[in-house]
Nanobody, 126 residues
Framework: QVQLVESGGGLVQPGGSLRLSCAAS????????IGWFRQAPGKEREGVSC????????YYSDSVKGRFTVSRDNAGNTVYLQMNSLSPEDTAVYYC???????????????????WGQGTQVTVSS
């Protein structure tokens, strides 16, 4: 059974950092690009970052570029999202998902996405 499980969310003050993890089971993570998406209350789901399979090419939305870093540990079957300089605008439920390679750069949650995790809440507030 294919499963993605996110962890690492929580409450953090503005300017703080969090590292999200996306652990895969039922398949090997290096079979797919992995995307990170988020959805804030009342807003549509948006793409945050994506990392391709073995070459490690990465993509970021303009809103997180320079603050977030995506990485993958294929041996550990886990993808990470390091989030620094967090602001209240980053508050959302964060999801990881498998993405078909050609769609990784689009960061669109409706293209090439097959499996989703259940999400982890990130709240940035003082």
């Amino acid at each position: 059974q294919v499963q993605l499980v996110e962890s690492g969310g929580g409450l953090v003050q503005p300017g703080g950092s969090l590292r999200l993890s996306c652990a895969a089971s039922g398949f090997t993570l290096d079979s797919y690009a992995i995307g990170w998406f988020r959805q804030a209350p009342g807003k549509e789901r948006e793409g945050v970052s994506c990392i391709k399979r073995t070459v490690g090419l990465t993509y970021y939305s303009d809103s997180v570029k320079g603050r977030f870093t995506v990485s993958r540990d294929n041996a550990g079957n886990t993808v990470y999202l390091q989030m620094n300089s967090l602001s209240p605008e980053d508050t959302a439920v964060y999801y990881c998902a498998t993405v078909l390679g050609p769609y990784c750069s689009t960061l669109l949650p409706t293209q090439g996405v097959r499996y989703w995790g259940q999400g982890t809440q990130v709240t940035v507030s003082s």
